[in-house]
């Protein structure tokens, strides 16, 4: 944690950060992620990502589905995160496990623990805040195409999408 506020401090533009009071839900903002053993996704207002397991970053399929589901969030955080500025965010995550570890703010877990200090450095860097809630698979099936590589299924559910993916901002 210490390390976190070296790296954080220089990049501090040293005035106080005020949020909107209310929290705007990620469904508000149109904004999904997902995971799945295939990739990770995430669709921001029209804009979207995908990060598969594949080719250097296959490794990333060892680890855990809760693991993964963090990661979309996190590269969802560091690709579209300079529009959430000074917003509140709530986000609506179909990962029960990860849904308690953003809003504890701590996990057990140290490789679940370094990506969740990695989106509380980006949530500080360009000014949002974060919290999550619950929704089930049902309702994030924008981002859950795109994790299953089902691009057809995608285009019909977001047809106001862009044609050309966003690239993401990879954390690892």
């Given at each position: 944690d210490v390390e976190w506020w070296i790296h954080y401090?220089?990049?501090?533009?040293?005035k106080s950060m005020f949020y909107d009071e209310v929290w705007v839900s990620s469904v508000d903002l149109h904004l999904y992620t997902?995971?799945?053993d295939l990739a990770a996704s995430g669709y921001f207002q029209g804009s979207w990502?995908?990060?598969?397991?594949?080719g250097r970053l296959s490794y990333l399929r060892a680890h855990s589905i809760n693991w993964r589901e963090l990661y979309a969030i996190v590269a969802a955080a560091a690709?579209?995160?300079s529009a959430w500025s000074?917003?509140?965010i709530m986000l609506h995550c179909d990962n029960q496990c990860i849904v308690e570890v953003i809003r504890s703010g701590t996990c057990k877990n140290p490789q679940i623990m370094d990506l969740l200090r990695l989106l509380f450095f980006i949530s500080a860097t360009y000014r949002f805040e974060v919290s999550s809630c619950y929704v089930s698979t049902t309702c994030n099936d924008i981002a859950d195409s795109l994790s299953r590589l089902q691009f057809k299924r995608f285009s019909q559910l977001a047809p106001e999408a862009d044609t050309q993916m966003t690239p993401p901002c990879t954390v690892f």
């Amino acid at each position: 944690d210490v390390e976190w506020w070296i790296h954080y401090l220089p990049t501090w533009n040293g005035k106080s950060m005020f949020y909107d009071e209310v929290w705007v839900s990620s469904v508000d903002l149109h904004l999904y992620t997902d995971a799945s053993d295939l990739a990770a996704s995430g669709y921001f207002q029209g804009s979207w990502f995908v990060i598969p397991f594949t080719g250097r970053l296959s490794y990333l399929r060892a680890h855990s589905i809760n693991w993964r589901e963090l990661y979309a969030i996190v590269a969802a955080a560091a690709t579209f995160g300079s529009a959430w500025s000074n917003k509140r965010i709530m986000l609506h995550c179909d990962n029960q496990c990860i849904v308690e570890v953003i809003r504890s703010g701590t996990c057990k877990n140290p490789q679940i623990m370094d990506l969740l200090r990695l989106l509380f450095f980006i949530s500080a860097t360009y000014r949002f805040e974060v919290s999550s809630c619950y929704v089930s698979t049902t309702c994030n099936d924008i981002a859950d195409s795109l994790s299953r590589l089902q691009f057809k299924r995608f285009s019909q559910l977001a047809p106001e999408a862009d044609t050309q993916m966003t690239p993401p901002c990879t954390v690892f």
